[in-house]
């Protein structure tokens, strides 16, 4: 037969140490959100300047990249659990691994342009493109030289990193570069001039709020919450556009009058996926098999959630 004695105040030490335990309230899990650092995002750098996020009991961990496709391969990985990128540098990567689109954050207006040299007239005479390669940067300067009939085997595509495309511009190193803002107006302050926008090439961007598809399958609740606070800093941006550059430079050290005007370039509204964005995406996916940019044609309707009734 054991021997066994447990002391009084032992067991009253184990008990205030279960009550304790009980009565403390669960500490949130950390998300991780991948993105670039730029105004495209802004609605992830205002709701984290306002404590949106912690408003509604989620703790973030914002991880700045150079551009939004380096975060959606941290979020393939595993190394983020959401990711903020456009549509098409998202479906280069789901092409590779599981992802699960959730929301489109934002649409561009006029927010991604062609910036060329002084001596460019035309598209037809651009031989080196500078471009972010899987970004819509590539994706905005093959549709441009489609839609215009210019044969994309006679140009040269020079890839490089986002902020350095109006250097090269500037010393001639390329002819011309498809980019956001404010990288486009940056080619123009040092010569360059704007020859035209994506939506001339037949591309309107939406940005995509993404997850790693294992992730979200044990964290819905929490990632349907992330995309209503997306939601409410994006009408935030909507109604006044300086308060939240001065939100964003506070998280980033974005110029605020630069970040304003940029700004005001999105339709600054998260909502969920439509039919008729299944459509647009579909010819994109088409794009980007025939362009050899995926391996394969990605089947949009079955990765894309489609809400049908007809909310938001």
Known sequence: ???????????TAVVAVVNL?????AVAETIRIGLGVDPAHGEYFVAA???????????VELVRFTQGGEGVDAALTG??????????TTMIRMARGP????????????????????????????????????????????????????????????????????????????????????????????????????VDAGYQSHMWITANAAWYETHKDEAN???EVLSEAAKIIAADPEAAAKDINAQTRLPVDQTATTLKMYDWSVRKFTPQDIEGYKNIATFLAENKMTDKLLDVAAAVPVDTSGTK
């Open 225 to 227: 919450r992330l995309v």
């Open 49 to 59: 300047e306002r404590g949106l996020f912690k408003k509604a009991g989620l703790d």
């Open 21 to 25: 335990s009980i009565a403390m309230p």
């Open 99 to 198: 992802l699960k689109p959730l929301a489109i954050g934002q649409r561009s207006i006029n927010s991604i342009k062609l910036t060329v040299s002084p001596k460019v007239q035309s598209i037809n005479d651009i031989k080196k493109f500078g471009i972010v390669a899987g970004s819509v940067s590539e994706y905005a300067a093959r549709a441009a030289l489609k839609k215009f009939g210019v044969d994309a085997t006679g140009v040269t595509f020079v890839r490089s990193g986002p902020p350095e495309l109006p250097a090269l511009l500037a010393r001639g190193d390329i002819d011309g570069y498809f980019v956001w803002e404010p990288l486009a107006s940056l080619g123009v302050q040092q010569g360059g001039k704007i020859l035209m926008t994506s």
């Open 1 to 11: 037969m054991f021997g066994f004695s447990f002391s009084l105040a032992k067991m």
């Open 79 to 88: 190394l983020v659990n959401i990711t903020s990128a456009a549509d098409m």
